[in-house]
């Protein structure tokens, strides 16, 4: 809260101004202090037994057209309907038990009579929109609230912002007063600002000061987690299996293992998909299926027909998966389609649950509904659809929540809540309103209640549209990431303040709480081993010097005498190459890589110049086409697809052998008579089991130090070659010891990140193998786990062809003497 100079008039005055009746002799005194100055008004009131239903758009309507034909322009709006009193019943009671009316009616009315009002306010010199609120002088931000603190009141104060950024023209500005200020002080300070024309859109007066609200920097100091949740722990969390609140279930779920009570407006879909349909990703071969499936069922194809078919699909395959993936990690999931506004359907969801476990211990407000539109284009329907599911959704929560064993409840609000925002009107209301209602059950309750208003998120097929996210960027709005907004939201509940009830976020987000020292560090250019120092290399193609000499690792791969590039390298080189593009974004996956024409060295004295073109995919702003050349011919050598800020993915099944037996080998005799891999690439250190699908290994991580020259110390790999490349060893292996022939990789269609390899010290290898008798082709599905069983990564299908002719590169163990010296 910041002290501010006393509203100045301004000599533009409206003539004419419609004031909405309080009920407690504010607007009759208002209308008389206005007349004193020579400014005409009217007062409604909302009467639908007389005909005038200010909830009704065409009674709305109706009645600004007859205040024009009786008083003429129309100049100003005082909306003081929220100034009326809350009842003592009300007051004392942790909710009040006509919120939700009286909240839809003071919003309601606000947004038709603006909406009818937009020509009159929008022509007129002085053109006001006015509302008045009594949240304590400062909009709930104060060491304590009033009893008779109303959270419904927010929805005012965010709709007004939202006017304020859309028709700038106009005074729209929200005067905020402490519960106990009297009707004449009232009836004066709303003609003041009325006049005034400083540019605040959200004004207070505290102790007779007028004051407005900036927001200060409150890092989360990490000390002893305010979080106690275990298995027996129950989580509640609206907004279904979708999305942000399923990727937050998710890192809860990685970290605490509770059990999760999900509610969402979808079905919960079957467990397997349609067989016309399972396992087809690519969109376009998607559509063509659902065609064919209408035309066989002789129904009429349209394209919204398809599109509405595709995207169900879409939304049932992420349901599928989050709920798979909370089970893979060691939680149990109910799920619950319900419309989280259906109060009766939520008390009796909430009931059930407290009957089976007998407790709820945290709870996630995250349901929510955007339809974008600008105040004049958004229909009264549209407006209803946006608000319910966080207003009266929020309500039917809290209402039925028992607070007494309740440790933590979140709303998820916005931004947009805080400072208003463009075509969101309706939601900036609804998010107002839950922050002031955190506000106040946070002061009644003892468990914490926090309002995280959230600015955008960068996820595909989410609330923010490729339209909405350009004009984020054009306006320098930086959005949030999925992980470390993940990782915020964790932070804040384990380290974040009792009195904290609202909070907002804003991207890039960094939740690591650092020393000095460390944030210099942290400050300086990241160094990735193969292209180098991030943001150094400028626009067009990354040039890699690559050389024996310097690159050591290529004199221990070598393919009949001489040096070739590892495919994994070659994938690493992707990964960077876009990452040095794309440096705030999260690296989640490279996809499609292919092995075109491998990079060979003529021999141990000669390099090579090679480059790396990163440029984003058509239609995809989240993934970038990588493609590896060669500067002398322009030869291209590799390509694939670098994904960041995707979705969560279900990890792979953890293998479990047939016929399970020992390798035949003992490791240094593996790497003697079958591998041709040098000591700086043998990264098996043991092998625990082959059987007929696969072979699990523990592999050692390698600092890019270790090979290569002159690298400084402090680098660190993005996938870690060497692990990748002695998995693919394993696969070796284990071809050699069932069918006695050499596979190489040809393609990697994917390799999903989740932690770098090189956070284990060791690294147990899984990789489930399918073959068929008689094909040379083998493919291979490793997945990598750190020494406390958690999943670090995993490769979908890696092809390799194989053949007895390839059995010649074994056992040809030339090149370095394993270490790497400076120099």
């Not at 990703?281 to 069922?297: K, S």
């Not at 915020?488 to 709480?513: I, M, S």
């Not at 003529?602 to 500067?631: H, I, M, W, Y």
């Not at 050699?736 to 010290?761: G, N, Q």
Request: glycine fraction near 8%; charge should be neutral; include cysteine.
């Amino acid at each position: 809260m910041v002290e501010v100079a006393p509203a100045q008039r301004s000599a533009e005055r409206p003539g004419f101004v419609v004031i909405t009746e309080d009920g407690s002799g504010i607007a009759a005194a208002f209308s008389a202090r206005l007349a004193e100055q020579g400014i005409r008004s009217a007062t409604i009131s909302h009467a639908p037994a007389a005909g005038v239903d200010l909830r009704n758009a065409e009674s709305v309507s109706k009645l600004v057209e007859s205040l024009r034909a009786q008083h003429g322009a129309i100049d100003g709006l005082a909306h003081l309907m929220p100034l009326a009193p809350v009842s003592a019943e009300d007051a004392a009671a942790s909710i009040p038990s006509n919120m939700d009316a009286r909240t839809r009616l003071d919003l309601d009315s606000l947004y038709l009579l603006t909406k009818a009002l937009e020509k009159d306010l929008r022509g007129s010199k002085a053109g006001a929109l006015l509302s008045a609120t009594r949240l304590g002088g400062s909009f709930g931000f104060a060491s304590s609230v009033s009893e008779d603190f109303f959270p419904g009141s927010g929805a005012i104060s965010g709709f007004v912002k939202t006017v304020s950024r859309e028709w700038t023209e106009l005074l729209a500005r929200t005067v905020d007063f402490e519960p106990a200020a009297d009707t004449a002080s009232l009836a004066n300070t709303l003609v003041d600002e009325v006049l005034s024309r400083d540019g605040w859109n959200e004004v207070g007066y505290k102790a007779g000061k007028r004051i407005i609200l900036k927001p200060s920097a409150s890092p989360v100091i990490q000390g002893e987690s305010q979080l106690k949740l275990d298995r027996e722990s129950v989580v509640l969390v609206t907004g279904g299996a979708r999305g942000i609140t399923a990727s937050i279930a998710i890192e809860l779920a990685r970290e605490y293992h509770p059990r999760f009570v999900l509610v969402g407006r979808s079905p919960l879909p079957p467990a397997t998909e349609p067989a016309d349909i399972a396992g087809i990703t690519d969109p376009r071969q998607l559509r063509a299926a659902i065609m064919d499936r209408t035309q066989t069922g002789g129904q009429r194809v349209t394209p919204a027909m398809i599109s509405g078919q595709v995207k169900r699909i879409t939304n049932e395959r992420e349901i599928r998966s989050t709920v798979a993936l909370l089970g893979e990690l060691g939680t149990s999931v109910e799920y619950h389609a319900a419309d989280v506004a259906d109060e009766a359907t939520m008390a009796g969801i909430i009931q059930s649950v407290y009957e089976k476990y007998g407790r709820i211990d945290g709870v996630i407000h995250g349901a929510g509904l955007i339809e974008d539109k600008l105040i004049e284009d958004k229909t009264p329907e549209s407006f209803d659809r946006v608000v319910r599911p966080k207003v009266t959704g929020g309500l039917a929560l809290a209402s039925n929540l028992r607070p007494e064993g309740l440790r933590f409840l979140v709303f998820f609000s916005s931004v947009s809540a805080r400072y208003g925002n463009r075509g969101q009107c309706d939601y900036s209301a609804a998010n107002e309103v839950l922050n002031k209602l955190a506000v106040s059950l946070n002061a009644k309750w003892p468990g914490r209640v926090v309002s995280m208003n959230w600015g955008p998120w960068r996820t595909e097929g989410g609330m923010v549209s490729p339209q909405l996210a350009a004009r984020f960027a054009a306006a320098g709005v930086e959005m949030i990431e999925t992980l470390p907004g993940c990782h915020a939201f964790l932070q804040e509940l384990k380290y974040g303040r009792k009195q904290d009830a609202e909070v907002v976020f804003g991207g890039p987000l960094r939740t690591d709480q650092q020393t000095p020292a460390q944030s210099a560090q942290a400050a300086a250019p990241r160094v990735l081993p193969l292209v180098g120092s991030v943001g150094a290399q400028g626009s067009g193609p990354v040039r890699i010097e690559a050389h024996p000499q310097k690159h050591v690792f290529l004199l221990d791969h070598q393919l009949d005498d001489k040096p070739v590039l590892p495919m994994v390298v070659a994938m690493e080189i992707l990964a960077e190459a876009a990452i040095a593009a794309h440096p705030n974004g999260r690296f989640s996956a490279v996809k499609n890589v292919k092995n075109l024409q491998g990079v060979t060295f003529p021999n141990a004295q000669t390099g090579r110049t090679l480059l790396v073109e990163s440029t984003p995919s058509s239609g995809n702003a989240n993934t970038f086409d990588v493609t590896l050349k060669s500067a002398e011919k322009g030869q291209l050598h590799y390509r694939g697809q670098v994904e960041f800020d995707g979705p969560a993915q279900p990890p792979p099944p953890r293998l479990h052998l047939v016929n399970p037996k020992a390798f035949p080998l003992p490791i240094p005799d593996a790497y003697e008579q079958w591998l041709f891999h040098g000591p700086m690439f043998a990264g098996i250190f043991d092998i625990l089991a082959m059987g007929d699908n696969g072979i699990i290994g523990r592999l050692r991580p390698t600092p890019p130090e270790k090979i290569i020259r002159d690298m400084a110390p402090g680098s660190a790999w993005v996938i870690d070659p060497v692990v990748a490349d002695s998995c693919l060893q394993l696969g070796l292996l284990w071809s050699r010891a069932m069918f006695d022939m050499t596979p190489l990789p040809a393609a990697i269609e994917s390799y999903h990140h989740v932690a770098p390899l090189h956070s284990a010290k060791q690294i147990l290898c899984e990789i489930d193998i399918i073959s068929k008798p008689g094909s040379p082709t083998l493919r291979c599905l490793p997945a990598f786990y750190d020494e406390n069983d958690r999943i670090l990564g995993w490769m979908d299908r890696v092809e390799c062809n194989m053949s007895k002719a390839l059995n010649r590169l074994s056992g040809k163990r030339t090149g370095s003497p394993g270490t790497v010296t400076k120099g």
